[in-house]
Nanobody, 121 residues
Framework: QVQLVESGGGLVQAGGSLRLSCAASGSIFRVNAMGWYRQAPGKQRELVAVIFSGGSANYADSVKDRFTISRDNAKNTVYLQMNSLKPEDTAVYYC???????????????WGQGTQVTVSS
C-alpha cells in the first residue's frame, strides 16, 4: 500500500506565497512522475504541474513563471512553490504519484487527500 501525505496549504493574501509538500511512503519500488492537480468549486480537476523522475517538468499555462515544482527522489517527496498567488488559484490541491511497487508490477497512480489553498483579494 502506498500513502501520499500533503502539507502546506492555508490562507494567504493575493501576491503571497505558499509551499506545498507531498511525501510518498509505503511499499514502493520506484516513483515515476509526481504532480500537483487542483480542483476549484464547480470545476473539474486540472493539472497544475508535473515532474518526471529525471527532473523535467511541465506546467499549466496559468501558473507558468509563478509556480515551481521540484522533488527529492531520496525522500519520494514532491514540492510546489507557489509565488504571486492570485484569488483564482484558490482550490483544493491534490498530490499525485505514479508508482511501481515491485520491479515487475504495473505502474499505478496514487492520490493524496488534498490540501486547501485559499487566496484572498
Amino acid at each position: 500500500q502506498v500513502q501520499l501525505v500533503e502539507s502546506g496549504g492555508g490562507l494567504v493574501q493575493a501576491g503571497g506565497s505558499l509551499r506545498l509538500s507531498c511525501a510518498a511512503s509505503g511499499s514502493i519500488f520506484r516513483v515515476n512522475a509526481m504532480g500537483w492537480y487542483r480542483q476549484a468549486p464547480g470545476k473539474q480537476r486540472e493539472l497544475v504541474a508535473v515532474i518526471f523522475s529525471g527532473g523535467s517538468a511541465n506546467y499549466a499555462d496559468s501558473v507558468k513563471d509563478r509556480f515551481t515544482i521540484s522533488r527529492d527522489n531520496a525522500k519520494n517527496t514532491v514540492y510546489l512553490q507557489m509565488n504571486s498567488l492570485k484569488p483564482e488559484d484558490t482550490a483544493v490541491y491534490y498530490c499525485n504519484a505514479n508508482v511501481r511497487v515491485t520491479p515487475i508490477s504495473i505502474r499505478y497512480d496514487y492520490w493524496g487527500q488534498g490540501t486547501q489553498v485559499t487566496v484572498s483579494s
